[in-house]
């Protein structure tokens, strides 16, 4: 076992641990935001386990991951906007935390790999999961400022 993956088994331990309470227990808004930020912890911890292994098929599997995480979470923030609306979950402390988790994960697997098509393909996964993530977060916090819901 190496750094890598010792990093990522903390990272899908603590990520998937958190996510797991957040889904078992509370109301509806906190399981709606533990499904959105397992996808944040899943995705860096499948980041690492590529590297630990070297496996980059790994890395396919995270930018899915990263593609449809976000995608669910809508789905489910304009199926649930009616229950969510009285009371909208804001989750910010975690996101920022788990974007900033993901941009470090990227970060440092872009400096320990040469530059490069995978070094391309790890930035993209990285842009889509923290950028994915937040616009998700925001969308169940209520939605953007001057966007009509409906």
Known sequence: ??????????????????ALWG??????????V???LATAALCPGLLLLAQGYDRPSYVDVALVLAV???VGTLVFARLLADDLAADPPRAWRATWALAALGAGVVLALCLARSPGRQTVKLLVTGALLIGGNLIASRALAGGFRGVRRG
């Open 1 to 18: 076992m190496n750094g890598w993956t010792w990093a990522a088994a903390v990272v899908l331990g603590g990520g998937l641990a958190g």
């Open 68 to 70: 449809l995480g976000p």
């Open 23 to 32: 889904v078992t227990t509370g109301p509806l808004p906190r399981r709606v």
């Open 34 to 36: 533990a499904q959105n």
